[in-house]
């Protein structure tokens, strides 16, 4: 069973900066995908950056610019680097993997970001 952890979530300034990690239990060197994505309350889960088969992320327009998604692939984490927090990137962060195309990705607990005004 896949498991992924993740830390570095907390209370920001706007402006500021905070980095999350994810550590999953599996090689994630051959992930289909894999990446972050967040939930602010009383909406959508979104996504935020991922990787999806292959080396070149993907990330959405409110955070392009600010935000850096990385991986290690020796230590099986993805990292998001967060600069430039605004309040709006308020939200409950996860971690998501797939491993392969056509089976059921795996989330995190999530981590909660918060970032005041």
């Known amino acids: 069973q896949v498991q992924l952890v993740e830390s570095g979530g907390g209370l920001v300034q706007s402006g500021g900066s905070l980095r999350l990690s994810c550590i999953a239990s599996i090689r994630i060197s051959s992930a289909y995908h894999v990446g972050w994505y ?5 909406k959508q889960r979104e996504y935020v ?9 993907k990330y ?6 600010r935000f850096t998604i990385s ?4 230590k099986n984490t993805v990292d998001l680097q967060m ?19 056509g089976i059921v990705g795996t989330w995190g ?8 005004s």
């Not at 967040?38 to 009383?42: C, E, S």
């Not at 990787?51 to 992320?57: H, L, R």
């Not at 991986?71 to 020796?74: G, L, P, Q, V, Y």
């Not at 600069?83 to 195309?101: F, H, W």
């Open 38 to 42: 967040r939930q602010a309350p009383g």
């Open 49 to 57: 950056a991922y990787f999806f088969s292959g080396p070149n992320a």
């Open 60 to 65: 959405a327009d409110s955070v392009v610019g």
């Open 71 to 74: 991986r290690d692939n020796t």
């Open 83 to 101: 600069n430039s927090l605004k309040p709006e990137d308020t939200a409950v962060y996860y971690c998501y993997i797939q491993n392969s195309a």
């Open 109 to 116: 607990q999530g981590t909660q970001v918060t970032v005041s």
